[in-house]
């Protein structure tokens, strides 16, 4: 298990991470790290943009053959999935 390290935040928000991490996770100067919150914790993952563009580019080709195959998705679509949704869930609990 790796060890744990302080680092404290600057009045403008920034924090500096530790250069044994840096170096360990190829972090360097312009990497952009995803930033989330869970539960109380605080996660930053290497973002790799052509991995995020490759994805991207994936998920709309899947979108435009869907569109193709089964038209536009409209609002009225989206709500009665909602309500299908709610419904099985209510039934789920009862």
Same mark, same amino acid.
């Given at each position: ?13 920034q +924090? ?6 840096? @170096?360990? $996770?190829?972090?360097? *100067?312009k =990497?952009?790290?995803? +930033? #989330?919150? #869970? /539960?109380? /914790?605080?996660i ?7 991995? +995020? ?5 994936? $998920? #709309?080709?899947?979108?435009? *053959?869907? =569109? /193709?195959? #089964? ?7 989206? @709500? ?9 869930k209510?039934? @789920?609990? /009862?």
């Open positions: 298990m790796e060890k744990a390290d302080i680092v404290r935040m600057s009045s403008k928000g +924090v500096v991470i530790p250069q044994d991490l840096r @170096q360990k $996770l190829g972090l360097g *100067a =990497t952009q790290l995803l +930033v #989330y919150r #869970y /539960a109380d /914790a605080l930053m993952k290497k973002m790799d943009v052509k991995d +995020v563009e490759k994805r991207l580019g994936a $998920l #709309y080709r899947r979108i435009d *053959a869907r =569109t /193709a195959k #089964y038209g536009e998705l409209k609002e009225v679509d989206i @709500q009665r999935e909602i309500d299908r949704y709610r419904e099985e209510r039934k @789920q609990r /009862a």
